[in-house]
């Protein structure tokens, strides 16, 4: 009785799902050349940490085999953005043909920090991971009580 899946007619995808769609595509990529960037770069975004550390906020972004010169991060009203850009190209002669493979792929993460400090921001890329500090500006408090009647 737990196993029925409800009939639905405008979506037909729901009774044939066999949920093993996920595990074929971790097998997938474990037996591809390019394991297990294909699926980080191109399927899901890289992971990002955030804390608070009182005075400052401390991002860590997991960034395998990214170079800096493919990072950007910006800060632009308290929203701050990591984005990479990666534009991979290969060459590869054989005979009397050549053989080219191009690869171009982007993310990017967007973190709301109301109350970052534009100045002394500092980024440092090392082993895969990046770590952001931006620090924190005292914001006057503006609220209110307001007495219910």
Aim: hydrophobic share 30%; charged share 35%.
């Amino acid at each position: 009785m737990a196993g029925l899946v409800p009939f639905n007619k405008k979506n037909k995808e729901i009774s044939t799902n066999t949920g093993f769609e996920d595990f074929y595509n971790v097998l997938d990529d474990f037996f591809s050349n390019d394991w297990p960037l294909r699926r980080t770069l191109t399927h899901d975004t890289f992971k990002v940490d955030v804390e608070d550390n009182g005075n400052e906020y401390l991002i860590e972004a997991e960034v395998p085999g990214i170079d800096k010169k493919d990072i950007n991060v910006e800060l632009n009203d308290g929203k701050l953005m990591i984005s990479i850009t990666r534009d991979e190209n290969s060459e590869s002669k054989k005979k009397n043909f050549i053989h080219r493979e191009r690869r171009y792929s982007s993310m990017s993460r967007s973190i709301y920090l109301e109350d970052a400090k534009p100045d002394g921001i500092k980024a440092k890329l090392e082993n895969g991971l990046l770590k952001v500090v931006v620090p924190k500006e005292e914001k006057p408090n503006n609220s209110i009580t307001i007495d219910v009647e």
